[in-house]
Structures are given as C-alpha cells and as structure tokens.
C-alpha cells in the first residue's frame, strides 16, 4: 500500500509540475508581447511584476519537476530505481525511452533557468538561444507526461484518463496560446519604459 501511495504522490507532482511550466511559459508569452494589465484586462492599478511571477513560477516548476522522480528512490518498486536511473536513466526499469525523455526535458529547463538566473552576465543573443530550449523542454515533458505509465505498468496508458486529459490540455494551450504569439501577439505596440519598475527579458 505504501509502494502504490508514493507512486500515485510522484504522479500528483508531475502533474503539478506540468502546471507550474505551463503557467510559466503563458506569462513568458505575454512578456514577450509587451503586455501590461494596467492598460489591458483585468485593468489594475498596482499590477505584479509579470517578470517577478515569470521567474518564481520557473523557479518552482523546476523545483517540484526534481521531486517528482526522487519519491520513486522511496517507493520500493522491484526491481528498484538508483540514483543513476532518475540522472541518467538509459537504464531504467520501467519505461525507459519516456523516463530518458523525461530527463532530457528537465535538463533543458534547468539550462533555461540557470542562464536566466546569470542572463546579465551573458550576450543577449546567446542568452535567447539558450532561452529557447525551454520550447524543447516542454515538448519533452509532455511527451513524457502524457506517453507513461504513471502506475509503472507496461502498455500505453488510457489517453482519455483524467489525468492525461490534464496534461493533453495544457499542451493544447501552449501550442494555442505559442501560434498567437508568433502570428497575432507579435504585432502587439511595445510596452511604455514607465509602465513597471523591473526590466523585462525577451523569451
């Protein structure tokens, strides 16, 4: 019972984490085009800092998305995963082409958030390069989310699931919300300087 009750947490915080990147890369959109909540919908005064909420909610994605494999070192699963399977897992027990799917689309987050937290030190140029892998980490994990087993089992999971469901979702908005980026929200007038007090970056 408790093995079932961590693996079920585990996939709880994938869930979660898939969330949070998801919410991370909307208000990473709408830095992009300029967006500013006191000229726009909800129309606030005194609105967050969106750059503030962009980099925290980057921060704790990642933070939560490094728990969701770690529980599995606890869940006593047979045969059992190690530490090298969760870094590296090209051989991992269960799953292995979707759990090597899964790192690699963390590793790419983890760049994106490390260059970012050093963006001043970097080119701007070679920042945005770096910057746009968080495109390719996103598309890993929600390959990885929405192929796997999340019980361990072997097969294809149900796709119509609720879980699934959620994460196929924001997917469908990313990829929405990703095109009026590039072929409505581009053309969008550029923030006034004034408009708040911290500088925001260009995804």
């Known amino acids: 019972m408790m093995d079932v009750s961590l693996i079920d947490v585990s996939a709880v915080i994938a869930l979660i984490a898939l969330c949070l990147v998801s919410l991370n890369f909307l208000i990473g959109l709408l830095i992009a085009v300029r967006y500013d909540p006191r000229r726009r919908w909800p129309r606030i005064s005194r609105p967050w800092s969106l750059f503030r909420i962009h980099k925290w909610t980057g921060y704790s994605a990642l933070c939560v998305a490094a728990a969701h494999p770690t529980l599995l070192l606890f869940a006593g699963t047979q045969p059992k995963f190690s530490l090298g399977d969760l870094l590296l897992p090209i051989h991992s027990p269960y799953q292995r082409l979707y759990n090597i799917l899964g790192a690699l689309g963390f590793y790419c987050f983890l760049v994106v958030i490390v260059t970012s937290y050093f963006r001043a030190r970097l080119p701007r140029k070679l920042w945005k390069k770096f910057h746009y ?23 294809m999971p149900d796709l119509l699931d ?42």
């Open 162 to 203: 609720g879980e699934k469901v959620l994460i196929e979702a924001c997917c469908l908005l990313l990829i929405l919300a990703t095109i009026w980026r590039y072929r409505g929200g581009a053309r969008q007038a550029p923030l006034r300087t004034n408009i708040t007090t911290d500088a925001q970056p260009d995804p």
């Open 133 to 155: 892998t968080g495109y390719v980490g996103a598309a890993l994990m929600f390959v990885h989310g929405t192929l796997i087993n999340q019980y361990l089992e072997q097969g």
